[in-house]
């Protein structure tokens, strides 16, 4: 594919950049503030020209208006969005599992600054945040997000199913934001159950033996048996951040096949 032709069907060429230009921008990792712009765009383009041929032989309707052209780019970058949005949620339940015990190891005043997210977390969140990262790459999450979210996206889905999978995605959206903190709680559980039980019996003692000082014993005993739990299961943690992740790309795949079927979810 010469640019000559690329030049010819501009038209086609910009569909296909910006439904990649909104998907790398939401998710997960691409679109950290770390990466600079110009980078993100030229593996937009990048990605862009690679899919191109491919688009360019199965045939793609044009519009012959202006505000027909622009509807249909507002689709494209919907299309993007959505892709991108079930990432980013599914990735998100790590950083919410971290929440969930923080507070209770006396860590939930220590706030971080999460250039990926954008906001403010408590230490643990971030800690959890790094290691699902060091697995997104392990497991392949780059390859997927291309061969899963971009190219399995333009064989199979078109700007008209976003008006016939309505419910479809409707559907996928919202068991997306369930499985955000189902999945959250799984991998918080073990910790947070064990702090709960630490805080119960330490309620207990102080019934028991007013004149300790509990108060200044519970904190460092919470975050010592917090750390060596995380010690323990952190290849346990590792195992179902992988699987996790695996999930959200199934679920996509789901999502699309349905789509390609014409059914509805």
């Known amino acids: 594919m010469d640019i000559g032709q690329i030049t010819e069907n501009a038209q086609l060429f910009l569909l296909i950049f910006v439904r990649i230009f909104a998907l790398l921008s939401i998710a997960p990792l691409i679109s950290s503030t770390a990466i600079p712009g110009i980078a993100r765009i030229g593996l937009c383009l990048f990605t862009a020209v690679i899919i191109f041929p491919w688009v360019y032989e199965q045939g793609y309707y044009i519009p012959a208006t202006g505000l027909e052209y622009a509807f249909l780019m507002i689709g494209e970058i919907l299309i993007g969005i959505i892709i991108g949005f079930i990432l980013t949620v599914i990735y998100a339940s790590f950083l919410v599992a971290g929440q969930y015990f923080s507070f209770q190891m006396g860590f939930g005043a220590s706030q971080v600054y999460d250039p990926m997210a954008q906001v403010q977390i408590p230490l643990m969140g971030q800690f959890l945040n790094i290691i699902a990262m060091f697995v997104f790459l392990i497991s392949g999450g780059f390859q997927k997000i291309f061969f899963v979210g971009i190219l399995r996206s333009f064989q199979v889905m078109r700007v008209p199913d976003l008006i016939t999978s309505q419910e479809g995605i409707v559907t996928l959206v919202i068991g997306s934001l369930v499985t955000l903190f189902q999945q959250a709680l799984i991998i918080s559980f073990p910790i947070l159950g064990t702090l709960l039980l630490v805080s119960v019996s330490m309620g207990l003692l102080a019934k028991a033996a007013p004149q300790m000082n509990l108060l200044m014993l519970g904190f460092p005993l919470k975050i010592g048996i917090?750390?060596?739990?995380?010690?323990?299961?952190?290849?346990?943690?590792?195992?179902?951040?992988s699987r996790v992740i695996d999930a959200s790309f199934l679920e996509i795949m789901?999502?699309?096949?349905?789509?390609?079927?014409?059914?509805?979810?």
């Open 226 to 241: 917090a750390f060596l739990l995380m010690m323990v299961t952190l290849p346990l943690l590792m195992e179902a951040f």
């Open 254 to 265: 789901r999502f699309l096949s349905d789509v390609e079927r014409g059914g509805v979810l």
